[in-house]
């Protein structure tokens, strides 16, 4: 239980340093009076949804940082700027920025040279289509679902300026408290994680069983089960197969398809789940990550169903 400890220390720690500085960098923005400004950069894709108008400011903010956009968004939820449903779909485009940056420090770097212009481009290519599905959903339900809100989260801006230094002084007073709950929270879910993990929970997500319902040869079963685990390691003993003909390009996409089909929920049992529920709380944060998860999946059971029919 002592190395459970130690190992989700290890894995939170830096993560709850990021949140801490996100938490306190947009409280010195919304004390500086720089909220309004930021959203009208949002403005043309926000004026497609039915969100309301304050969430185009932590849209904005998370280009940076998905983490500091969201502790924006409890901030508006907490003072009744916004309703639980706005929240969630906030949070939810929040995610979307992310796409990009996975793009330019993932998808070009790592998985085109090592899967190949055609197998990694189709990659590449799900990646980005995931991401306008997730965009796409969002805008049709904010439709559905939500009537416009004209609400606006109130910065307190008044005649005399505020310093950089007041600033930081008011910010750190006002998010001491929510940094607490949020880094309590984080601290015991990943902990849980972590100790469900070294006990095999997670082994109920074995592909093994499932290797020859979807004609995949033997020989990809270490690459599909070490995608599960790590998709940089799945992709670097992929790539191989690929250049040395073992394995089909088709056969490696199903492969990819079927590993990122087992490893986003595991990813986002282990990852995202403690950090959402410890900055929304458990039911808002719990249906955050099913819904992006849920959109992620769904997007490579298609894909993964369309290259089975053409194989067959």
Known sequence: MFSVLISALEFAVPILVVIFIGLFGTGVLIELGLMQKLSRFANPLFRFTNLPDTCASSFMVSMGSTVAANTMVVKFRDTGCINNKETILCAALNTTPAYIRGILTYQIPIVLPALGPVVGGFYVMVFILTGVVKITTIVVLSKLLLKKNPCKFEETIDDTKTTLKEAAKNSLTK????????????????????????????????????????????????????????PVLGISLLGPMLNNNVILPQQAMIILMLGSMFMLPIFSIRSLLPRYVSIFGARTGIGIVSFSTGINVLVRLVILLVLLSIAN
């Open 175 to 230: 998010n001491k408290k929510l940094f607490t709950r949020i880094a309590v929270i984080y601290l015991a879910m990943t902990t849980l994680v972590f100790y469900l993990q070294d006990r095999g929970a997670f082994e109920i997500f074995s592909v093994l069983p499932l290797a020859d319902i979807f004609g995949i040869p033997p020989e990809s079963i270490v690459p599909l089960t070490s995608f599960v685990a790590s």
